[in-house]
């Protein structure tokens, strides 16, 4: 490697851990085991792989709104027993 491209391994070493995080995961060996064998099928990492998934995962997740409370009654057959509690209507003559 000549002179020019010494400081590389550096420059590329501290870009890359400016953009990118190390993390531990805990997981079952049998994902493991097949997310060996995928990555040996595309010729990519284990490493690529989970961050298509992560990408995947957070791109299409869709967070539920928030309420303020309103009309949380803290039951969940609300509509069914305001069906049933509903007074008959009055004549509107």
Request: charged fraction near 30%; glycine fraction near 6%.
């Amino acid at each position: 490697m000549g002179a020019k491209y010494k400081s590389w391994p550096v420059l590329w070493r501290r870009c890359h851990n400016n953009v990118m995080r190390r993390t531990t995961i805990v997981t079952p060996e049998h994902l493991l085991k097949r997310l060996r064998q995928m990555a040996a099928e595309r010729g990519t990492s284990m490493a690529e792989l989970i961050r298509e998934a992560l990408e995947e995962k957070v791109r299409s997740d869709r967070p539920r709104p928030r309420s303020l409370g309103l009309g949380a009654s803290g039951h969940a057959d609300t509509a069914q027993r305001a069906g049933d509690e509903r007074a008959a209507p009055r004549s509107w003559r």
